[in-house]
């Protein structure tokens, strides 16, 4: 699965280094262009798909433009490495298969421009296939590789390296400006291909869980366990839900509403889901597997004012449950999240805000640090569901949703500073009571096999060391129920263990 970008930052100064890695980041594109004979292609499909087409396609020929701004991972390279202490030693572009009927096998020849500003979305665009026309290039570019595209699966990712380009490289490196245009052109004149563009969503349909096209960027350096960091990640899904359910695409996509009860047909709560794979995997790499813990958590909404927009109260739950569909009507979810105070979702309150309306672009910025169970989640598990539900009856609060485009407009966003200390080599627990109970439990997720291993019985508040099957330690505090639940994907057969309290259960993937 194709992860979400995000950014590092660090307080403190670097000392002597203590881990050495490479680290490879995601960054999501924030523009795609289908460029045809009439110019791009400007409709929802331009933003939701990007094509390369051979001549022999007729009207649908056409080449790609692909930009990405990685900004925010160079930022995070200078945190972690030090300010310009790094170099770009990779990059690879990955495109998410659509699956269309219309795709066929062929060779694509993959270009670096340097211009990053040419207009490649709208009407006004100079742009027009073909790329090439009386020996002259639309955009000035250098080329990189030639790749054979193969029709796969809708959901496959075909991954390109573009290492080979050292303007590329530099572009993206410490001396670059950080946003990096690539060109796709056809190789041949009967290739179709048909990927996911900048506006990735869930597809309805068959259940795949479309991601936009992103680089993996990868740089080469140090980072000082010392070091508190904070890691921002993407939500990788968003659900606005109406009395009828999920608002459907594009805009159940794009936008992100809460609506209080006198909204009528539009009154509406929401649910965001972040996939935190790459995020902790960045804090393993920085102070080893485990050996770091969550100090503070925080949301961030981009608001987009509508005629409609209201302030009031608005009220930000935590939610164990990363698996109920939020995105179309054959899910279970209905406004309101609460009736006859039973929640659609197992939810935990951490706070009510004051939202009020500003500008669109405006951030607002949600401390969700009073969350125990929030933090032990970031430390254990790879997903994370956040509810935000009325307040007031007359709230309509609107954000950006998971689809956002441009460089301002932006998905909701969760940050987390963490600081060395956790784990530990014997994964010790605070205290056994001697009558906890250790229960595992493997399912199919499109991770591989996901374990969930159980405590329970234990002292609520009490932090328990789990050993998970990989042999990774995760220690999390037992909820107010006595529970304590911690999720591995991928797994693998073996063994889970609470070692201080001499549990042990088989953990069989099958």
């Known amino acids: 699965m194709l992860r979400k970008g995000f950014s590092i930052l660090a307080a403190g100064c670097l000392a002597a280094p203590l881990f050495g890695a490479d680290v490879a980041r995601g960054v999501k594109t924030y523009e795609t262009g289908t460029i045809r004979p009439v110019g791009p292609n400007t409709a929802c499909s331009g933003d939701q798909f990007v094509n ?32 310009g202490d790094w170099s770009v030693s990779g990059v690879e572009l990955r495109l998410v298969q659509t699956g269309a009927s219309f795709a066929l096998d062929g060779f694509l020849d993959l270009f670096y421009s340097t211009d990053d500003l040419t207009d490649c979305k709208t009407s006004s665009s100079p742009l027009t296939y073909p790329f090439t026309e009386g020996g002259v290039d639309d955009l000035p570019v250098e080329f990189v590789t030639q790749q054979f595209f193969a029709i796969g699966a809708a ?25 990096a245009t690539i060109v796709i052109v056809e190789g041949d004149p009967d290739v179709a291909t048909s990927h996911r563009g900048q506006n990735p969503f869930n597809d309805r349909t068959n259940g795949v869980n479309y991601l936009a096209a992103q680089i993996v960027v990868t740089a080469t350096g140090n ?24 608002r459907g695409p594009c805009n159940g996509d794009r936008f992100f509403n809460v609506e209080g009860a006198n909204n009528a047909a539009f009154a509406s709560y929401g649910v965001l889901r972040f996939d935190t794979a790459d995020l902790r995997g960045a804090l393993d790499a920085a102070y080893g597997a485990g050996q770091w813990s969550v100090t503070n958590v925080s949301l961030e909404l981009v608001q987009e004012v509508a005629a409609f927009s209201l302030d009031g109260f608005v009220d930000y739950y935590y939610s164990p449950d990363d698996a109920t569909d939020c ?8 406004y309101p999240l609460f009736e006859n105070n039973i929640p659609d979702l197992t939810v935990e309150f951490i706070t009510q805000q004051f939202w009020a309306v500003g500008a669109t672009g405006d951030v607002d910025v949600i401390d969700l640090s009073g969350s125990a169970s929030l933090a032990s989640d970031l430390e254990s598990d790879t997903a994370v569901t956040l509810v935000i539900n009325e307040g007031d009856p007359d709230v309509a609060a609107t954000w950006r949703g998971q689809a956002p485009f441009g460089l301002v407009r932006r998905a909701p ?13 014997d994964c010790e627990s605070d205290a056994c009571n001697g009558n906890e109970r ?54 693998r057969d073996g063994t889970a263990e609470v070692p201080s309290c001499g549990l042990s259960k088989n953990v069989d993937c099958l």
């Not at 496959?156 to 080979?164: E, H, K, P, Q």
């Open 52 to 83: 390369v087409e051979g001549v022999n396609n007729g009207d649908f020929a056409s080449y790609a433009v692909i930009r990405f701004d990685a900004n925010e991972v160079r930022a995070e390279f200078d945190a972690t490495f030090g300010a």
């Open 438 to 491: 250790l229960k595992t439990k493997t399912k199919a997720r499109g991770c591989g096999c996901q374990a969930k291993i159980t405590v329970l019985d234990a002292t609520p508040g009490a932090v328990y060391g789990v050993v998970t099957p990989n042999g990774d330690c995760v220690r999390k505090a037992a909820n107010s129920r006595g529970k304590v639940v911690v999720k591995e994907c991928p797994s």
């Open 223 to 246: 980072v000082d366990a010392a070091t508190t960091i904070a890691v921002e990640a993407s939500a990788d899904e968003t659900g606005t839900i109406q009395d009828a359910g999920p």
């Open 413 to 425: 966003r969760l940050v987390v500073t963490a600081q060395s200390g956790g784990g530990g080599g």
């Open 327 to 334: 995105k179309t009507t054959n899910g279970p979810l209905t």
């Open 155 to 179: 959901g496959d990712v075909d991954a390109y390296d573009l290492s080979g380009s050292a303007s590329l490289l530099a572009d993206l490196g410490p001396g670059g400006d950080g946003v």
